[in-house]
């Protein structure tokens, strides 16, 4: 698939921003469709307003797994914690 550059005009501070081919194709890659709304100054500060995302490492003995790991858990304000290694030894 063949991409081009767009730009998209922001609706919280009303600039252009420009969505360049290479950050569509690494949309395309991580399965994303939908395209920014926001530009990343915008995306930023509406992160910061939510609370952002936190990371936390947890070593961890899990009985379907072979031996100790440590888990990668991330959480967001008002949600639970995601064990993505759970998902990835099913």
């Given at each position: 698939m063949?991409?081009?550059?767009k730009?998209?005009?922001?609706?919280?501070?009303?600039?252009?921003?420009?969505f360049?081919?290479?950050?569509?194709?690494?949309?395309?890659?991580?399965?994303?469709?939908?395209?920014?709304?926001?530009?990343?100054?915008?995306?930023?500060?509406?992160?910061?307003?939510?609370?952002?995302?936190?990371?936390?490492?947890?070593?961890?003995?899990?009985?379907?797994?072979?031996?100790?790991?440590?888990?990668?858990?991330?959480?967001?304000?008002?949600?639970?914690?995601?064990?993505?290694?759970?998902?990835?030894?099913?």
């Amino acid at each position: 698939m063949s991409f081009t550059d767009k730009s998209i005009l922001c609706p919280d501070c009303g600039t252009t921003f420009t969505f360049t081919a290479g950050e569509q194709e690494f949309y395309a890659s991580k399965g994303f469709t939908n395209d920014p709304k926001r530009c990343p100054r915008c995306r930023r500060a509406k992160k910061q307003q939510r609370g952002g995302s936190h990371k936390v490492v947890t070593p961890t003995a899990a009985p379907d797994l072979v031996g100790s790991t440590s888990l990668s858990l991330r959480t967001q304000i008002g949600r639970g914690y995601l064990a993505c290694v759970c998902y990835t030894a099913c």
